[in-house]
């Protein structure tokens, strides 16, 4: 006799909008082969349908799982019984003792949507740094099929903890879901957007408690923000592989309902993701600049609905509504190959309800959470005290000490820096950096800069080869030494290597500072290698350096520096006719005269979009009273009258 499946949620569709999933557990895990062969007898009874994007070849590396997911069509009234007999033979035959579904029957109204944009202004994006040369950045990824395979998912080597254990009393006053159910009624409007939300089918099923700690609720109503929509949660009872494609299915689920096909030229979300941390059996699903006419309380009920699906199949341990910071998109990106998706806090909240003593004392002495994950939860706390907070100050110090103490390679290390910086311990904090990361190193010299401005020459010494790879970083740390240590900057720069990595950096560097510094920083650049002609952004920064620190040196009224830079720049002036201008300048100021009006033929000559400018620059003005300049223009003029 057969063993019995349990099959939960299927049941026949009632719209043409239903969709879902469909999640199956096997007694043993299945191999890549027997895992294909199940979905494509699902598929020939109509309960799914394969990717035809999707590379067979690749199915190949896909490991052994029992758990299982796929998307599912929910059948019409007349085909579910035929669909049930269908997944209890499947189920014998594959060995599975559990199958799920988990469907929707409505979707944003992307129409009305679209109606909503058209009607509303444009916003202007005024770009205030739009004439620097910065590399243009990628064009963000849009997620446009709701059960394509992520590229950006990343994973760990699994060494999950133990089943969180009950606390006592603390276990449920840790459990922040029993909100009012008048927080329905709290959520913000998406700006632009409608006063309520918009929905194809009515709106989605929404919950508005789960059976788990969930942390930022209710709070997570009022402080939505659409630019970093997110929740991290953390599984419970056992592990099984392949759960973490559960996960990345329910996360489909919950987008699938912002698309609306109707509307495919109106993009809901910029980018979506999952963050997998399989060593502590964590996920974070996140999406940035969700634009849907939903309110946040239709959102955020949703979402929480999604959870407690995903917590039927798998128990959730503990969630948290939670913002995509930087940090979070490194990770998802790929900077990061062994990410920590840190999903609560229980130790905040016995710190704010106990006293730091307690909270300590239950961080010591439990189980449910890696040391890892402990010391990401005492620097969130620590993070709460102000360092230049005399009193709050040492208990952040106690706090990000005990977090090292848990993991030493935290990001306690920077943070403590921090304060001892702060607290006017600056050979302290030089210690601590001496054996940390490279951007610890930077960071306390540019925390002394800006807190203890006397002390940074003892910092520089920080500065080793270590820190010698980051061209960006330095170029940073050289800015804010001009802005807050002036008197340094030269030591700082007599640091740096002399790798042509620098320059646009350091040219980029150069326009947040006053005008002595960043001519101080452009002469560096100008003594670094030159960067080789056709070499994109290093070589048009390295030219325009000579320009800009010519015009610097003059404005600044070097003239004779102002001449030797112009001098510098003639062999680049092909490449950029703006040095042409600049040298003018430059040459009339020290009375070179014909010089000055041979720079004036060479600009117009190679063809300077600012030729007219000259006419008028009150630098000019000893050449503009010459004859000969007025010729120079006239020629120009009567040039270009005959090429139209």
């Known amino acids: ?103 929707v029957e409505t979707g944003i109204d992307g129409v009305a ?64 879901a029993d909100a009012d159910d008048d927080a329905d009624d709290g959520g913000r409007v998406i700006d632009p957007g409608p006063d309520e939300s918009h929905w194809r089918n009515g709106s989605p099923p929404f919950e508005s408690a789960v059976p788990f700690p969930l942390e930022r609720y209710p709070d997570i109503l009022t402080d939505y923000d659409a630019e970093c929509f997110g929740v991290a949660l953390k599984l ?105 998706v840190l999903a609560g806090n229980p130790f905040a909240d016995r710190f704010e309800r106990h006293g730091e003593e307690a909270a300590l004392a239950w961080a010591v002495g439990q189980s449910a959470w890696s040391r890892r994950e402990l010391a990401g939860m005492l620097v969130e706390v620590a993070l709460r005290h102000d360092p230049d907070d005399p009193a709050a100050a040492p208990v952040a110090e106690r706090l990000l000490r005990r977090a090292l103490a848990f993991d030493a390679k935290s990001d306690a290390t920077g943070y403590l820096a921090i304060v001892l910086v702060r607290q006017l311990r600056v050979a302290e904090a030089i210690a601590l950096a001496k054996d940390a990361t490279p951007d610890v ?70 326009f947040s500072v006053e005008r002595p510094e960043g001519l101080q920083i452009l002469r560096f650049v100008l003594s670094l290698p030159e960067p080789a002609a056709g070499t994109g952004e290093p070589r048009t920064a390295y030219v325009m350096a000579w320009n800009n620190a010519c015009i610097h040196a003059h404005a600044l009224g070097d003239y004779d520096l102002a001449t030797e830079l112009a001098d510098g720049a003639q062999r680049f002036a092909a490449e950029n006719p703006y040095i042409h201008h600049s040298a003018a300048c430059a040459y009339a100021a020290t009375g070179q005269t014909d010089r000055a009006l041979a720079q004036v033929q060479f600009a117009i000559d190679r063809g300077y979009e600012h030729a007219e400018k000259m006419e008028t620059d009150a630098d000019l003005a000893t050449l503009q009273i010459d004859p000969r300049f007025a010729a120079v223009f006239s020629d120009w003029r009567t040039k270009r009258a005959d090429l139209n």
């Not at 009632?14 to 699902?42: K, N």
């Not at 004439?131 to 998912?153: K, L, N, R």
């Not at 903890?161 to 009950?166: D, M, R, T, V």
């Not at 809901?268 to 969700?290: C, N, Y």
């Open 236 to 340: 419970a009872g056992d592990r099984m592989p392949g759960e973490e494609s559960i996960i990345n299915a329910f996360f489909a689920l919950w987008l699938s309902v912002y698309q609306d096909e109707r509307a495919e030229d109106i993009e809901p979300f910029q980018r979506a993701d999952v963050v997998h941390d399989r060593t502590h059996r964590s996920a974070l699903m996140w999406v940035e600049k969700l634009a849907v006419p939903a309110t946040a309380s239709d959102q955020v009920h949703f979402l929480m609905w999604i959870l407690a699906r995903l917590h039927e199949v798998i128990p959730i341990a503990w969630a948290r509504f939670e913002e995509v910071d930087e940090g979070v998109k490194a990770r998802a990106s790929g900077d990061d190959t062994d990410p920590l």
């Open 441 to 510: 190193k930077t960071l306390v010299v540019g925390d002394t800069a800006e807190h203890a401005p006397g002390e940074v020459p003892a910092t520089l010494e920080l500065l080793d080869a270590s820190v010698a790879g980051d061209p960006e970083e330095l170029a940073d740390l050289a800015a804010t030494l001009a802005r807050h240590a002036p008197q340094h900057l030269g030591a700082l720069l007599d640091r740096l290597p002399h790798d042509a990595a620098l320059v646009p950096n350091l040219y980029n560097a150069s």
């Open 1 to 103: 006799m057969s063993e019995s499946v349990e099959i939960v949620g299927l049941e026949a569709r009632r719209s043409d909008l239903a969709r879902g999933i469909v999640i199956a557990r096997a007694r043993v895990p299945l191999d890549a082969d027997t895992q294909r062969s199940l979905w494509l007898a699902m598929e020939a009874f109509g309960a799914t349908e394969s990717d035809d994007d999707e590379d067979d070849e690749d199915d190949d590396d896909d490991p052994p799982r029992q758990w299982l997911a796929a998307p599912w069509l929910p059948p019409a009234p007349g085909e579910l019984d035929a669909h049930r007999l269908a997944i209890v033979e499947l189920s014998e035959r594959y060995g599975l003792d559990g199958i799920w579904f988990v469907k």
């Open 113 to 176: 949507w679209r109606e909503l944009m058209a009607a509303a202004e444009p916003v202007a994006d005024d770009d205030p740094f739009g004439d620097e040369p910065t590399p243009t950045a990628d064009p963000p990824e849009i997620v446009d099929a709701i059960f394509d395979e992520q590229a950006e998912v990343l994973y760990s080597a699994p060494d999950a903890p133990l089943e969180p254990q009950a606390d006592g009393d603390d276990a449920d006053d840790t459990d922040d």
